[in-house]
């Protein structure tokens, strides 16, 4: 199903950048916050929060929701109420789609264990952004243009759906290069558990339905791609 | 006219470029440790003091062949007296003494005093003259002008000269001389008891017919071997008055050895901070290439765990030496300076166009890394800079810095929540791919001539078919990038190809690349 509405629990400069990139994609974003002094800097900035307590029994979540269409951003300011938030929130709903931010590997692993669906390790990723544009300037820049441009490159995963053209093929009986100009660069295999691999891996996956493949290239190639696809 | 004849000399040799090129390089030769062709001149002179003090030893008992000794006694005494007059000359500038005197004389309408001038430039001269090391290179010269048997031992003052080449017994000299105010209170105070105990043993043995102690200088061989606790027992105390006196000698005895013990010691102690110090600089200015890091958090451990997969090393300043310690814990080469300081490039003789591949300022404040910033760029216009961002709003600050490449987290955090809430297994591919932890990589390619050739042969090959994903290639010369390349894509020298693999099977890529290319 699709995700239609967001949550975002703290107010701070992560939740700032979070919400100012994805207000065109959901319907509807909701702001929590955990005191009056972030209720008041929403406020400055013209936003309206609503006040949350981690105690809650989150009846309201589920009033207001309907969780299987609600994505939910944990960024409150320190790691500990994150992972409490995460596990709060999980123990709660099970279909919630929970993105955590986390400081440190550590942490993320906490993250995870907490029933995070993603988790953005943020020192992690800052430093692997850093490192690769000193050691590998043009993947970094390619990368930036595939992830955050709008126009040319991009990367799109496709779920195949039962009336693909594709189910009941293997990987290697489509040329992506040449018949798509595109590249495909991950595979998640339902028929394995829903495992992550990268295509260059040298396996020769059976492609089945609701398996999600993960292709580069231009856009307007990657939708007509997910057009013919769909079968 | 004499006068006028030596101040047109002076600003002659001022201006003459061949000269001060090579009184230049002969300072570095002598003077400059981080002079590269020192090292080769001192291990030169170490080799040749070694030479003269065998040729010596082997002179006791052999007859050394006319070749061998004219070679010891001239052609190295010829070399130290060259190197002797060598550091003579580079000591001091004469012609900017007489050039300084001159203009000091005009400026007071006064007629130019030449003596006054040389008198200057030889009390410099002197200052070089009467140090100890030059007075041991002098020492080292002696068997030059005297064949006599007696000053053979003369040589042994060579060995002395290895103090100037080698680098730890300088330091050692360094650490000893701090206590130099200890050392004299205790070689004078041994001096006295040796003195007393000397004039006592011989007042109370010498008459005695059974005791060895005959001279007073009997007496003082017998002091000085009793109070450094040596006691050969060739010459002993038979009267019970002189056995008081070697029992008080005993004890002194032991109270010098002690002391000097202790002051080594400290000596030591106390250095050990500055020892460790001298060698961390050591260290930084020994490496070729090298990334700087300004700051030592959380942040810059996990840039450095990324770079330090690469072959370049890492050198961090930290000035808070908590954080200091935790870098060094970490087994990194860290040095508690300040990176916003000038004096910190200069007193470690940091190059910045040559040794420093890239400076990142992770510190934790803006403020602090726009003050760096503007440092370095002070010093150096083109060396790159990247730089963490804490707050968004203070962007062009560090753009104005001349900060090359600036990194907000927050951002990078929003545009990843973008891509993760409409493609999640795309964020985890990217997200898998930069860090790195699975056995799958984004690497780069730099074509070299000869490669565009076979590059796309080699890739159809099975061991690569595949295996090995060309996401496109980076034209250098026109800056775009071409995806999904084709096999008919045309290369230049430079350009560079992005792939995905293993990266065992990139580097095995890379081998052939270059074997069939060469090939």
């Given at each position: 199903m699709k995700r239609t509405h967001a949550a975002i629990f703290g107010y701070n400069e992560y939740s700032k950048q979070i919400l100012k990139q994805i207000i065109n994609i959901y319907r509807e974003i909701t702001l929590f916050v955990a005191n009056s002094e972030e209720m008041n800097a929403a406020a400055n900035d013209g936003l309206s929060a609503e006040l949350f307590d981690l105690?809650?029994?989150?009846g309201t979540i589920e009033k207001r929701f309907d969780v299987r269409t609600l994505s939910v951003f944990?960024?409150?300011?320190?790691d500990a109420e994150n992972v409490f938030l995460t596990i709060s929130l999980r123990s709660s709903f099970e279909s919630v789609f929970i993105i955590a931010l986390a400081q440190n590997h550590e942490s993320m692993l906490k993250m995870k264990s907490a029933g995070a669906d993603k988790v953005m390790p943020v020192l992690q990723i800052a430093a692997n952004v850093i490192g690769d544009m000193i050691t590998k300037p043009n993947v970094t820049h390619v990368l930036h243009d595939i992830l955050?441009?709008?126009?040319g490159l991009g990367v799109m995963e496709v779920k195949i759906e039962h009336?693909?053209?594709?189910?009941?093929?293997?990987?290697?009986?489509?040329?992506f290069n040449t018949?798509?100009?595109?590249?495909?660069?991950?595979m998640v295999d339902h028929e394995r558990e829903n495992s992550f691999s990268f295509a260059v891996e040298g396996h020769n996956h059976h492609i089945d339905a609701d398996d999600v493949l993960v292709l580069m290239g231009d856009k307007q190639k990657l939708a007509l791609f997910k057009q013919w696809a769909r079968g | 006219m004499l006068g006028k004849w030596v101040v047109d000399a002076s600003y002659f040799l001022q201006a003459s470029h061949p000269y001060r090129k090579v009184k230049n390089s002969v300072y570095n030769l002598l003077?400059?440790?981080?002079?590269?062709?020192k090292k080769i001149f001192d291990f030169f002179m170490i080799v040749l003091i070694f030479l003269s003090v065998f040729i010596l030893i082997r002179q006791v008992k052999h007859e050394l062949s006319y070749e061998w000794i004219f070679f010891n006694t001239y052609v190295i005494s010829f070399i130290f007296l060259t190197e002797y007059l060598m550091r003579l000359w580079v000591h001091s500038d004469t012609s900017k003494v007489v050039i300084e005197q001159y203009e000091h004389d005009l400026f007071l309408h006064r007629p130019f005093s030449l003596s006054k001038a040389l008198n200057q430039a030889l009390l410099k001269k002197f200052e070089f003259i009467r140090s100890p090391a030059a007075i041991i290179d002098l020492l080292a010269i002696l068997p030059f002008f005297h064949e006599l048997r007696m000053l053979?031992?003369?040589?042994?003052f060579r060995v002395l000269k290895l103090f100037r080449y080698a680098k730890s017994l300088r330091r050692l000299l360094s650490i000893l001389s701090s206590k130099k105010f200890e050392f004299i209170t205790l070689i004078v105070f041994t001096a006295i008891v040796i003195f007393i105990a000397s004039v006592l043993i011989y007042v109370m043995?010498?008459?005695?017919?059974?005791?060895?102690?005959?001279t007073l200088f009997d007496a003082l061989y017998w002091s000085v071997v009793t109070i450094f606790t040596?006691?050969?027992?060739d010459i002993i105390p038979v009267t019970s008055e002189g056995r008081v006196v070697a029992m008080v000698v005993i004890m002194l005895g032991i109270a010098v050895i002690s002391f000097a013990t202790s002051i080594v010691v400290s000596a030591f102690t106390e250095k050990l901070d500055e020892i460790k110090e001298d060698k961390l600089i050591d260290d930084v200015s020994r490496l070729k290439r090298f990334y700087l890091i300004c700051g030592f958090s959380i942040l810059s451990l996990e840039v450095i765990k990324k770079l330090h997969k690469g072959s370049i090393p890492i050198v961090i300043f930290e000035k808070d030496p908590i954080l200091l310690a935790q870098a060094r814990s970490h087994g990194f080469l860290a040095?508690?300076?300040?990176?916003?300081?000038m004096e910190t490039y200069t007193h470690l003789k940091?190059?910045?166009?040559?040794?420093?591949?890239a400076i990142l300022?992770?510190?934790?404040?803006d403020v602090a890394n726009v003050f760096t910033a503007l440092t370095i760029r002070e010093m150096n216009k083109h060396v790159p800079l990247y730089a963490i961002l804490?707050?968004?709003?203070?962007r062009r600050k560090l753009q104005m810095a001349g900060i090359d490449v600036i990194i907000n987290p927050q951002e990078l955090i929003g545009l990843l929540g973008k891509i993760l809430s409409t493609q999640p297994v795309a964020f985890e591919a990217i997200h898998t791919l930069r860090s790195e932890h699975t056995s799958t990589v984004i690497d780069e390619i730099v074509v070299k001539k000869g490669m565009e050739k076979v590059f796309f042969d080699l890739l159809q090959e099975p061991l690569f078919l595949r295996r090995l994903s060309v996401?496109?290639?980076?034209?250098e010369s026109e800056k775009d990038f071409r995806f999904?390349?084709?096999?008919?894509e045309t290369f230049r020298e430079g350009d560079v190809a992005i792939v995905l693999a293993n990266p065992v099977l990139i580097s095995e890529f890379k081998t052939k690349l270059h074997r069939r290319s060469v090939g």
């Open positions: 105690g809650d029994d989150w944990c960024a409150l300011g320190n955050y441009e709008d126009e009336t693909s053209p594709l189910v009941g093929t293997y990987l290697y009986d489509t040329d018949q798509f100009d595109l590249i495909l660069l991950a | 003077e400059n440790n981080h002079y590269h062709y053979r031992v003369f040589i042994l043995e010498a008459n005695n017919p059974d005791s060895p102690v005959n040596v006691g050969y027992g040095l508690e300076y300040d990176s916003a300081s940091i190059n910045f166009t040559h040794q420093i591949e300022l992770l510190q934790e404040s804490h707050n968004i709003e203070h996401l496109g290639i980076f034209h999904n390349p084709r096999h008919s």
